[in-house]
């Protein structure tokens, strides 16, 4: 026979006695508690309890806040039933954004317990036309959304702020799958202790339902596959754009997450002055909508891709130029064309409508809800099943309107479940409005249309069956598409969850000045026509329903249509193992006085390396081995000193490393591939070179191609002359194969460039053979030198400097540039001309260029050619290539002066913005 609690402020026989909730009560009343326990195994009578209790033994008001609509009625309509010694009529009521506020305010100062959604008691608190400060106990129904924003989140911390007795417990299923998130709700809501049961607990195992999760698998069909494959191809050159400027790191196809990655680089960039970012920032926005219109396209269907497309049209309408590009591209409007022509080619719907028929044909009294994520789809479903005859569906959307699509009324939302429960209709299509907390307690087959990437929603879908009875979960997964990433997610995030849940819990600790005697002495529990002790109740129970060792139990079972269950695993419920040591004990435990360790020992020599799965059954001599291993550890630690004393930068790999990267380079793969290995890339104009490291190394990169280049037309011995002079450690990297098999130059000439430059200009030169090679040397040099740097003294580091100053990288340097050491780089650039014209930077004569004139004529002629170069660059829009190409066309400045806009323009590179600009300069 049944037990029931008995408490002065619940009604007989409405609350059925389970000693998991009664001692989950006990945690509720001793202090704010984040209740965790599994859907359908009554959260919300634990609610009931505590609520009862605090208004029985404290007084004062309570109020609960649930996420919707629907939810706050279900609460409003259990506890008018449950709760007994009400005032008057008005001493249960609920609260919605429907209502007038100044009604509202009539029913808060009417009511004992009130039931709303919390933005409105965020609002009428903001407002002033309710108080918070007699509320004595606050339930946050769904408490995973008190994070951030959300006013569950604001609710709380309204009440905390002005409760003059503060109580609250909140309650969830699925309160986040990292401690983060689990920590962030605990906090917002003041929560001081995490009460959490699982369905394989010995006292929730009696009233866990089994539920039967099935995947099911279908083809993508054919005709979506063409109308995805050329937006595929426009994605990947995007993406393709993006990864080549440095942005986008990741290789292979893209996905959602790695395309937030980009626009976080991209933000970063912009902040930093970055021009490129702008139209990065476009591009990336551009591979976003394209990446989400192709998952629609096959793992939803045409009806899901409509609808997509509708919202993107309307948000450009009302003024989102982005969106309104991307629709108006012609690939994207002729796409929409055909999607409004086609009807669904998707197997998803017609496998759902065969699940659901194949349900009612099985059992006729069956109920079914569909989960699907587009009203579109939900139309469409909905659709087919009325034309089937044999269901008798429900749409259940939102309240909103939108493209076309009507909504639903909180009255005909109420409606709705309220036929479903009474059985005038069979099938709820809903979206994901239906997915919390609803109790439909005949809800025998739920269908996911897709996989749901968050485990918080995947929990709460699963959880609308198997409440009160068996039930069965079929998700239904696209083949090679986004559905599968999805529902991977959603395990791995349900697993994290349960171990995010535990850390927290731990960190909190437990209260050690509980009483659950003192804290549960107003319930009583009626078993058998006898009342007794709702805390004795729950110690028999407990005592009865202990587990033997090694006794297991499984709630869930997810299995593959099509494949055969494991015998194994559905044979687990109830099966009793031998309670054999090997299996008891901690994983790699091999007896009483071996602990396993969080860092894993080093092999023993001559000992069998096994799998870490499997524990080891011989016998082992415990002092033989504790001996082998403090030898080996000794040797380790020497080993260690040793490498520290004789290289103090053996650990550079853990170093993190920035470098500067020329603006030009981000044409190449090597600023993305810095990147990809996590450098910090500060793209910046560089005067002279092509990466800085630190204030030392400055590189210059050539391919084989322009290094040959430049010794043909002689700029390579200048181009050397103004690295070395613009910084302490200069390097030039040759970048390419096959610098020895260029046939307009000779091996021979090619050697001694190379000599000259490394003999008698002492400039290092590197080889490497592609973009890979380069950034890889790239950043083991910048980690070189960090740890180069960071291993001297402060004293060495001044000695360094001091040297680099006077040294330049070359004994004449500081003799030939007088105060060189002080000077600024384009001071030094131009002191290196005149000696490279003078003569004096080889120690030799000047062979490689012949003049006429004398070498202080040629000096003074260079450097008043320098001079006008550096004007013109000083002006908007001109570089360096355009300046030179305008003192030779007009030979001097005062002739580019006095020119007009049309013979401005006949120079290349200039157009007439740029003439405009340089006239309005020059005749200032």
């Not at 709700?185 to 049961?197: A, E, M």
């Not at 096994?610 to 380790?636: F, M, Y």
Request: some cysteine.
């Amino acid at each position: 026979m049944a037990a029931f609690i008995e408490h002065p402020r619940l009604t007989a026989e409405s609350v059925e006695a389970r000693a998991y909730q009664i001692e989950a009560v006990a945690d509720c009343l001793g202090a704010p508690t984040l209740l965790v326990l599994p859907t359908a195994l009554g959260k919300t009578p634990i609610e009931w309890m505590v609520l009862a209790e605090r208004l029985h033994s404290v007084g004062g008001r309570a109020l609960i806040i649930a996420p919707t609509n629907a939810l706050v009625n279900q609460h409003f309509e259990d506890l008018k039933a449950v709760i007994k010694d009400q005032k008057s009529e008005d001493s249960v009521t609920s609260m919605s954004g429907s209502i007038d506020w100044r009604k509202r305010q009539k029913r808060w100062d009417a009511a004992e317990i009130i039931v709303a959604t919390p933005h409105v008691i965020r609002n009428d608190v903001n407002r002033g036309s309710i108080d918070l400060s007699d509320v004595t106990i606050l339930v946050a129904d769904e408490a995973h959304h008190s994070t951030g924003k959300h006013s569950s989140a604001e609710v709380g911390d309204l009440y905390l702020q002005t409760a003059d007795n503060p109580l609250i417990l909140g309650a969830t299923a699925s309160p986040g799958s990292t401690r983060e998130q689990v920590e962030e709700v605990c906090n917002r809501l003041g929560l001081r202790r995490i009460h959490s049961r699982s369905a394989e607990n010995a006292l929730l195992s009696p009233y866990a339902a089994g539920l039967q999760v099935k995947e099911v698998f279908v083809e993508v069909d054919d005709g979506l596959k063409l109308m995805a494959a050329p937006l595929q191809m426009w994605l990947e050159h995007l993406v393709d754009q993006l990864r080549r400027l440095g942005y986008h790191v990741h290789t292979g196809r893209a996905t959602s997450t790695q395309l937030n990655e980009t626009r976080g680089r991209i933000q970063g960039a912009i902040v930093r002055g970055e021009g490129l970012a702008y139209n990065a920032a476009r591009q990336c926005a551009q591979a976003q909508r394209l990446l989400n219109l192709i998952g629609y396209l096959l793992s939803q269907g045409v009806a899901a891709s409509r609808e997509y497309l509708s919202r993107l049209k309307n948000s450009g309408d009302n003024g989102d130029k982005g969106a309104s590009a991307f629709f108006n591209d012609g690939r994207i409007t002729q796409l929409f064309e055909n999607l409004k022509q086609s009807p669904e080619l998707h197997e998803k719907v017609g496998k759902t409508v065969n699940l659901v028929l194949d349900q009612l044909q099985a059992h006729p009294e069956s109920r079914v809800i569909i989960f699907a994520h587009f009203r579109d789809t939900v139309n469409e479903i909905v659709r087919r099943l009325e034309d089937s005859g044999q269901a008798k569906p429900e749409r259940f959307v939102g309240q909103s309107s939108r493209d076309g699509s009507a909504g639903m009324t909180q009255k005909a939302q109420l409606e709705g479940l309220k036929r479903f429960r009474e059985g005038k209709c069979n099938v709820l299509v809903a979206t994901s409005v239906g997915e919390e907390g609803l109790d439909v307690p005949r809800a025998d087959l739920v269908v996911f249309y897709e996989p749901v990437g968050s485990e918080i929603r995947t929990i709460q879908r699963r959880g609308r069956t198997g409440r009160h009875r068996a039930g069965t979960v079929y998700v239904l997964i696209a083949r090679d598409t986004r559905d599968e990433g999805a529902r991977a997610s959603a395990l791995f995030r349900e697993k994290k969850m349960k171990q995010a849940i535990e850390k927290v819990r731990r960190n909190m600790g437990r209260p050690t000045d509980d009483n659950p005697v003192e804290l549960l002495k107003s319930f009583k529990v009626r078993q058998n026509g006898v009342i007794g002790s709702a805390h004795a109740f729950m110690m028999s129970e407990m005592k009865r329903l202990a587990p033997e060792l090694g006794e297991l139990t499984a709630r869930v079972k997810t299995t593959v249509e099509g494949q055969i269950p494991d015998a194994n695993i559905d044979g687990n419920k109830g099966k009793k193992y031998e309670n054999v040591p090997s299996r008891l004990r901690p994983r790699g435990q091999t007896g009483l006085d071996s602990f396993p360790s969080s860092v894993t020992p080093p092999t023993i020599e001559g000992e069998q390396k096994e799998s870490n799965d499997k524990i080891e059954d011989e016998e082992l001599d415990i002092n033989e081995n504790l001996a082998k291993l403090a030898v080996r550890a000794a040797e380790d630690i020497v080993q260690a000193l040793t490498t520290e004393a004789i290289d103090p930068l053996a650990h550079e790999a853990d170093i993190p490393c920035r470098i500067i990267v020329d603006h030009r380079e981000l044409n190449t793969s090597i600023a993305a591939t810095l990147r990809l290995q996590g450098v910090d890339v500060d793209v910046k104009t560089l005067a002279i070179g092509d990466f800085k490291i630190g204030d030392r190394v400055l590189v210059e990169r050539k391919r084989v191609r322009d290094f040959v280049d430049s010794l043909l037309d002689g700029r390579l011995l200048e181009q050397a002359h103004r690295l070395i002079a613009a910084a302490p450690r200069p390097l030039l990297l040759i970048e390419g194969g096959g610098l020895f098999t260029q046939r307009a130059v000779h091996n021979n000439a090619l050697m001694g460039a190379l000599a000259t430059l490394t003999i008698d200009l002492g400039l290092p030169v590197v080889t490497t053979q592609d973009g890979e090679e380069t950034a890889r040397f790239l950043i083991i040099a910048a980690r070189r030198e960090q740890a180069l740097l960071g291993a001297l003294t402060k004293e060495a580091r001044e000695r360094m400097k001091f040297g680099d100053e006077i040294d330049q990288s070359n004994p004449w340097f500081a003799n030939q540039i007088p105060g060189g050491s002080g000077l600024d780089e384009k001071t030094k650039i131009d002191a290196t001309e005149s000696l490279i014209d003078s003569g004096l930077a080889t120690d030799q004569k000047v062979i490689l260029k012949t003049s006429k004139k004398g070498t202080l004529d040629l000096k003074d002629e260079k450097q008043n050619q320098t001079n006008k170069l550096h004007l013109l660059e000083s002006l908007p829009n001109i570089g360096p290539t355009t300046a030179r190409r305008l003192l030779e066309h007009f030979k001097s400045i005062e002739a580019i002066t006095k020119a007009d806009e049309a013979e401005l323009c006949q120079v290349s590179g200039v157009g007439p913005a740029s003439a405009r600009t340089i006239l309005e300069v020059l005749r200032k």
